[in-house]
T-cell receptor, first 112, second 113 residues
Framework: DSGVTQTPKHLITATGQRVTLRCSPRSGDLSVYWYQQSLDQGLQFLIQYYNGEERAKGNILERFSAQQFPDLHSELNLSSLELGDSALYFC???????????FGPGTRLTVL | AQSVAQPEDQVKVAEGNPLTVKCTYSVSGNPYLFWYVQYPNRGLQFLLKYITGDNLVKGSYGFEAEFNKSQTSFHLKKPSALVSDSALYFCAVRGRRDDKIIFGKGTRLHILP
């Protein structure tokens, strides 16, 4: 168990809808990262937050947004969903910049 | 722009033999380098990292990796493979002036009994 929790484990929704994925980092970790894993794109870094502030942005679509709250949990919002957004979404946390990341179990999103 | 390449989609090794999973990178300046492993239906697990110092890094489950600056490589190795090592392995790189982390596409390791 990495100490990182993600909810829900599975999510099935329809095109055009909006969903929210939630992540609670390991106790004491200030950084939260979001990743998308799909068969054709591999593991794509989406965005990183550090202590409530956005720190780095990767290949995140404009339809996607995230935030980190004062209690350090984070939410990833996906809107106007398309079939191609179906993927595993991972959250990870770390203590600092050069530290290893601890990954949650992921949320499997299926867009029908 | 920084990048990381894992040139082999899959590697097959007989149990008990040494294994190598290759990784090369491109980054400005000195890198932070990581290896992660993913078992089926699980999140990634950290194996080892190179920050600075000794070029040979030892990590979890008997794995080690060698940082080679001249060849910009960070290959993952294990002297004697176990069937339980079969999994998907990811190399990742982060520049010291860049907050973005880039993962390779992954190499699926098959250890044959």
């Amino acid at each position: 168990d990495s100490g990182v929790t993600q909810t829900p484990k599975h999510l099935i929704t329809a095109t055009g809808q909006r969903v929210t994925l939630r992540c609670s980092p390991r106790s004491g970790d200030l950084s939260v990262y979001w990743y998308q894993q799909s068969l054709d794109q591999g593991l794509q870094f989406l965005i990183q937050y550090y202590n409530g502030e956005e720190r780095a942005k990767g290949n995140i679509l404009e339809r996607f947004s995230a935030q980190q709250f004062p209690d350090l949990h984070s939410e990833l919002n996906l809107s106007s969903l398309e079939l191609g957004d179906s993927a595993l979404y991972f959250c990870a946390s770390s203590d600092d910049f050069f530290d290893e990341q601890f990954f949650g179990p992921g949320t499997r999103l299926t867009v029908l | 722009a920084q990048s990381v390449a894992q040139p082999e989609d899959q590697v097959k090794v007989a149990e008990g033999n040494p294994l190598t999973v290759k990784c090369t990178y491109s980054v400005s300046g000195n890198p932070y380098l990581f290896w992660y492993v993913q078992y089926p239906n699980r999140g990634l697990q950290f194996l080892l990292k190179y920050i600075t110092g000794d070029n040979l890094v030892k990590g979890s489950y008997g794995f080690e990796a060698e940082f080679n600056k001249s060849q910009t490589s960070f290959h993952l190795k294990k002297p004697s493979a176990l069937v339980s090592d079969s999994a998907l392995y990811f190399c990742a790189v982060r520049g010291r002036r860049d907050d973005k982390i880039i993962f390779g596409k992954g190499t699926r390791l098959h250890i044959l009994p």
